[in-house]
């Protein structure tokens, strides 16, 4: 349900459930989360390209496993997320390194909120996000109330979860929720190219750089200054920045370790 490859330094995961649209099934979660963990257990792994195979990226939650005319007890909502989405959250935001997501059609519900969590989205023009937990009686998850508010602020996140309004591609680029909207032909070729040449950065650093924006939310200036003082200590004493300055001195481009 997950496609693994790995290629120069970029370990792509490719969600393949193209019939459901990628809806998120369990084994599709877990499938997932091993290639999350990969990426942190793995020096060779350096970038992360995630993607979705066929005309969606994602469409959230696989509605047909959650069928009420099936009977049985109310389903508790908060353990599925417990066990398998907020893992999945976590993961992206705490490895250190570079998540592309390169999101090659429609986004709905969880599949969105996803796609919002990586660290470089690009997106289809054609591509659509979907806050669709209003049409079923639900609360924006996977973090969405979360990156929702934060990015967008209170108005037009309030508009988004409440209406599930398509948002395409292009608006979400001008709103700020991705990186940017690239022509439906070329996505691959520009998600690719960006993942290997992140893969071929100074992975320290970047992966530094990560948690440095992702803490500032919540820092004080204060606290940012401290922790840029002791992230700069730390990429300091990397070979990548031995060697980025020795390139620069040498006049070439740097071979970077990743080290
Ligand atoms: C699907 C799905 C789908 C199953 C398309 N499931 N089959 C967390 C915790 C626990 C529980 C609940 O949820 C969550 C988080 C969530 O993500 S809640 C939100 C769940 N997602 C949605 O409500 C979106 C439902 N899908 C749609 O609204 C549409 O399919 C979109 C707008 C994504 C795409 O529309 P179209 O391009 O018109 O495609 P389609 O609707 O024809 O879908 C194609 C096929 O995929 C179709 O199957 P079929 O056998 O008829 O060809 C759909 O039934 C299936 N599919 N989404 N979530």
């Given amino acids: 349900t997950v496609l693994v490859a790995m290629d120069g330094g970029v370990l792509r995961l490719t969600l393949n459930r193209p019939e459901k649209l990628n809806s998120f099934n369990e084994e599709m979660h877990i499938a997932l989360r091993a290639g999350l963990q990969r990426a942190h257990d793995e020096d060779a792994v350096r970038a992360v390209l995630l993607t979705g195979s066929g005309r969606g990226f994602s469409a959230g939650q696989d509605l047909g496993d959650r069928d009420p005319r099936k009977g049985g007890p109310a ?91 398509p948002l395409m591609a292009e608006r979400a680029a001008d709103w700020g929720l991705i990186w940017k909207a690239v022509d439906d032909d070329q996505l691959m070729a520009e998600a690719e190219t960006l993942a290997r040449s992140l893969a071929e950065g100074a992975t320290r650093g970047l992966g530094l750089t990560k948690r440095l924006i992702q803490a500032a939310a919540t820092n004080s200036l204060d606290e940012q200054l401290d922790m840029e003082r002791d992230c700069q200590r730390e990429a300091g004493r990397t070979a990548d920045y031995a060697e980025g300055v020795t390139a620069f001195l040498e006049k070439r481009k740097p071979e970077f370790s990743g080290k």
């Avoid at 066990?83 to 992206?92: A, G, S």
């Avoid at 969105?112 to 659509?128: E, G, P, Q």
């Fill in 75 to 165: 389903p508790d909502l908060g353990h599925t997320l417990e066990t398998f989405y907020n893992p999945t959250l976590r993961l992206i935001r705490s490895l250190e390194k570079p998540v592309v997501c390169a999101v090659n059609g429609v986004a709905a519900g969880a599949g969105a909120n996803i796609a919002f969590a990586c660290d470089i989205v690009l997106a289809a023009r054609s591509a659509k996000f979907i806050q669709a937990f209003s049409k079923i009686g639900l609360i924006p998850d996977a973090g969405g109330s979360w990156s929702l508010a934060r990015i967008l602020g209170e108005p037009r996140a309030k508009a988004l979860a409440m209406t599930a309004e």
